[in-house]
T-cell receptor
Framework: QKEVEQNSGPLSVPEGAIASLNCTYS??????FFWYRQYSGKSPELIMF????GDKEDGRFTAQLNKASQYVSLLIRDSQPSDSATYLC??????????FGAGTTVTVRA | ETGVTQSPTHLIKTRGQQVTLRCSSQ?????VSWYQQALGQGPQFIFQ???????GRGNFPPRFSGLQFPNYSSELNVNALELDDSALYLC????????????FGSGTRLTVV
């Protein structure tokens, strides 16, 4: 079993809709979780991190964490064409490295 | 604009050759981590350097090696290149290895032919 798994894409949503991305992880002891956005040919940039069960909102982005079920999700509300990118879920494997999922590519249709 | 710079941006090498990739860390950051990202995959951890010493290593063979210099810049060296080494190589600097503090460089695209 992979350490971090993301729902397979690509995900296509119309402009203004909600994009929902899911990620599951295998290490029940994981304490913090990261969502990165990566535009094609660019480096990942951190958009959210969460460490408590429940929801965390930042602008149009909401991260949801359920430690009992070992999943973390990312909602993008009012999706814009500029949100078209690959979204990577990352979980610390120890104190010094992140384990990334394969990513979900989101396309927002104008 | 990212404070982490990587060079070169693109590189083409022949199988069996050796390559050196470079990374300058963001000001105030003393830790550099290197990741390999194959096409369509997430980044995979190669190793991390903290204060010029290797601080952790992923599942990569010894032909992947690195260095960190007193100014906290870093190099990734790959010997005996294989076709599967073709990937985007990313470095990320942070302060003391804090994972939420990662700043990624723009990467080096390596193609092995």
């Amino acid at each position: 079993q992979k350490e971090v798994e993301q729902n397979s894409g690509p995900l296509s949503v119309p402009e203004g809709a909600i994009a929902s991305l899911n990620c599951t992880y295998s290490d029940r002891g994981s304490q913090s979780f990261f969502w990165y956005r990566q535009y094609s040919g660019k480096s990942p940039e951190l958009i959210m991190f969460i460490y408590s069960n429940g929801d965390k909102e930042d602008g149009r982005f909401t991260a949801q964490l359920n430690k009992a079920s070992q999943y973390v999700s990312l909602l993008i509300r009012d999706s814009q064409p500029s949100d078209s990118a690959t979204y990577l879920c990352a979980v610390p494997s120890n104190d010094y490295k992140l384990s990334f999922g394969a990513g979900t590519t989101v396309t927002v249709r104008a | 604009e990212t404070g982490v710079t990587q060079s070169p941006t693109h590189l083409i090498k022949t199988r069996g050759q050796q390559v050196t990739l470079r990374c300058s860390s963001q000001s105030g950051h003393n830790t550099v981590s290197w990741y390999q990202q194959a096409l369509g995959q997430g980044p995979q951890f190669i190793f991390q350097y903290y204060r010029e010493e290797e601080n952790g290593r992923g599942n990569f063979p010894p032909r992947f090696s690195g260095l960190q210099f007193p100014n906290y810049s870093s190099e990734l060296n790959v010997n005996a290149l294989e076709l599967d080494d073709s990937a985007l190589y990313l470095c990320a600097s942070s302060s003391g290895g804090l994972l939420w503090d990662y700043t990624f460089g723009s990467g080096t695209r390596l193609t092995v032919v």
